[in-house]
């Protein structure tokens, strides 16, 4: 007796990549323009969205983090880093610069 099988395709979620907190980033002043809420890995670096690479005016992480801004790509300092903390800086312009940041390193503080 042969007994007959039928395999069912196996299911496939999509499923956001698990994060571990957020930084708030803005293209332009008091968190206008275009926004994001974007999600990091605690002690990994990242890359910003190319949309938001050397155009971010205002940022602010998730209470409970301190994120490491930096000037180049891949959490690289040659440029400059700076320490940012919730709630932020509205208006880079007049804390730092504007449009010059293009990677994030956070750690829970």
């Known amino acids: 007796m042969l007994a007959s099988f039928v395999l069912a395709a196996p299911t496939i979620e999509?499923?956001?990549a698990q994060v571990d907190g957020y930084i708030y980033i803005c293209t332009d002043a008091n968190w206008s323009g275009d926004c994001d809420n974007y999600g990091f890995i605690n002690g990994q670096c990242s890359n910003f969205p190319s949309t938001f690479?050397?155009?971010i005016s205002s940022v602010g992480?998730?209470?409970?983090?301190?994120?490491?801004?930096?000037v180049d790509y891949?959490?690289?300092?040659d440029?400059?880093?700076y320490t940012v903390?919730?709630?932020g800086?509205?208006?880079?312009s007049q804390d730092w610069?504007?449009?010059?940041?293009?990677?994030?390193?956070?750690i829970s503080s």
Do not use: A, H
């Open 14 to 16: 999509e499923r956001e």
């Open 74 to 77: 891949n959490c690289y300092s």
């Open 61 to 70: 992480p998730d209470p409970g983090w301190v994120c490491i801004l930096s």
């Open 85 to 87: 903390t919730w709630p």
């Open 79 to 81: 440029k400059g880093i």
């Open 89 to 92: 800086y509205s208006d880079l």
């Open 97 to 106: 610069g504007n449009d010059m940041f293009n990677s994030v390193v956070c």
């Open 53 to 55: 690479q050397n155009d």
